[in-house]
């Protein structure tokens, strides 16, 4: 199984200890999905990590070298411009569609969650994930 997280699961997996993002990210550290992530999104995450919540560069990168660690990066070769509000999303949604994710997860309610499917991938919460994966 191939999942995509966005910015703010990763954010708020690390930040929220114990929720259902951190749940999501632990069952990826241990092997029970491949978590695909790109570059594009850990810049992000980094920018987050230090502008939001005053991580030093050094930290930041430190965390983001974990994350590396047990993710597969993909580097996505098209550009979509599905979401007009937050360009940014669109760079979430073409990491999902160049790794072929079966799911991609996010907490972002106004723009990305509502698409609910782009081409294969099914759009979820960290919840319903959670759900998913104890029922199947």
């Given at each position: 199984m191939r999942v995509v997280c966005d910015?703010?699961?990763?954010i708020s997996a690390f930040i929220f200890p114990g929720g259902p993002p951190d749940q999501v990210?632990?069952?990826?550290?241990?092997k029970?999905?491949?978590?695909?992530?790109?570059?594009d999104i850990l810049t992000e995450f980094k920018k987050v990590l230090i502008s939001k919540f005053k991580y030093s560069p050094?930290?930041?990168?430190?965390?983001l070298e974990r994350v590396t660690s047990f993710c597969e990066m993909i580097?996505?070769?098209?550009?979509?411009?599905?979401?007009?509000?937050?360009?940014?999303?669109?760079?979430?949604?073409?990491?999902?569609?160049?790794?072929k994710a079966?799911?991609?997860?996010?907490?972002?309610?106004?723009?990305?969650?509502?698409?609910r499917k782009i081409e294969k991938t099914l759009i979820i919460t960290a919840?319903?994930?959670l759900e998913y994966w104890r029922t199947h």
């Open positions: 910015t703010n699961i990763l990210v632990t069952l990826s550290r241990l029970e999905f491949t978590l695909c992530l790109s570059p050094t930290d930041a990168n430190l965390l580097y996505p070769h098209e550009k979509i411009e599905i979401i007009k509000r937050v360009d940014a999303d669109n760079r979430i949604l073409e990491c999902a569609l160049e790794a079966d799911f991609l997860i996010s907490g972002d309610k106004r723009d990305i969650l509502p698409l919840s319903e994930f």
